[in-house]
């Protein structure tokens, strides 16, 4: 792990992409903090701010729809530069919003704007890897697991020193833009255009099937991040000083795996890192579900976190190597799966809970990471080690 971090630190271009995985998670990270003071404040009920919070996958469609023809004028670099300019800047209105319709209107916006930043960077660290002859997309993901817990550490410290939300983020833009601006060359360098304009096409069952496991492993860290605090509250009885920890081990495990994923990739192989991947989240789920003692339970989050930590890095990865489809069209069908499953697990979840309980809720997880592990097995863009060998070298065979 701390070869690869060294290593990757040195290569200043990636170093400063990787911060703009950390910029999305901090942005989403205070947001989340902020929404139960925004409910209160516009006096939304659960259904109205739960069809609220739909505007923004709206918005994320909608990006969709038109990616690969913004992507086909504008320069990667730019975007990445301006376009989280713009989303920093839309979220300091969303949540510091004077009434519903600019709410409405925010939540829109940066849907719309983080899928488009989403694309842009995938896309480059894409580049980057081939560029560099190395393998960086876990290891900048992982950024965006770290700028996560800290965000949530953040908020916890100025809610206990009665910072308002509203100040927290102006605080927080304010030293992203700083990084980004310093960062701005490595940025504006990445002068590529990612996508070739091209009539739409309708996805094979290839990609359908990376897709949906993207799906899934979405869907398990949409569902650890919703319920694992109850689950430990009202089904474990779980004291207020651990309900956290459940989420709070799978964080820990997340980052740590993104870590050391690139090196495991570059060792075994895709399809053997994916396949084990599912399989250590099936065995979390089950550990989760069956166990009687809260420490089982949390440990069962932590392989939960172990087991998704690479998957959706690999499959971004995959995604850019599909014969005949650009890598702006298969990020975008990738992450349409990964945030259906995001923002819809969950409230599956919770249905299925409302009429059995949630350890049988949560089951439906075990069922869907075992389908995932077969589905990654019979994929033929999820490259074996061979196949991967013969187009890019493991960070740790190399010398820098």
Known sequence: MFKNISSFIRIKPALAVAFLYATSSLLFGTWVASIPGIKERFGFSDGSL????????????????????????????????????????????????????MFWGCLYCYGFNSFLNGVSINATVNNMEKKYNRLMMSTCHSMYSLGGGVSAILAAFWFSIHVPSGWQIVIIVAAIVTVNYANRNYLLGNKEIIHSRSSFKLPSLGILGIAFICLVSYMAEGCVADWSAIYLKETMHAPKAMISLGYAGFSFAMTFGRLNGDSLVGRFGSKKVVITGCLIAATGFLTVVTAWLIPIVIAGYILIGLGCCCIVPVLFRASAHIP????????????????????????????????????????????????????????RFITNKKKMEKIQIAFDEQTY
């Open 50 to 101: 739960g069809l609220s919070l739909l505007l923004s996958p709206l918005g994320a469609v909608t990006a969709m729809l038109l990616s690969t023809r913004i992507f086909s004028k504008v320069q990667v670099g730019k975007w990445m530069f301006y376009g989280y300019l713009c989303q920093c800047t839309v979220m300091i209105f969303q949540i510091n919003s004077l009434n519903r319709i």
């Open 324 to 379: 005949g489809i650009s890598t702006v069209e298969g990020f975008a069908m990738v992450t349409t799966g990964g945030l259906i499953g995001f923002l819809t697990g969950p409230s599956v979840i919770g249905f299925i809970a409302e009429k059995t309980n949630l350890s049988k809720a949560l089951s439906l997880l075990i069922f869907m990471t075992l389908l995932s592990a077969i589905v990654a097995w019979r994929s």
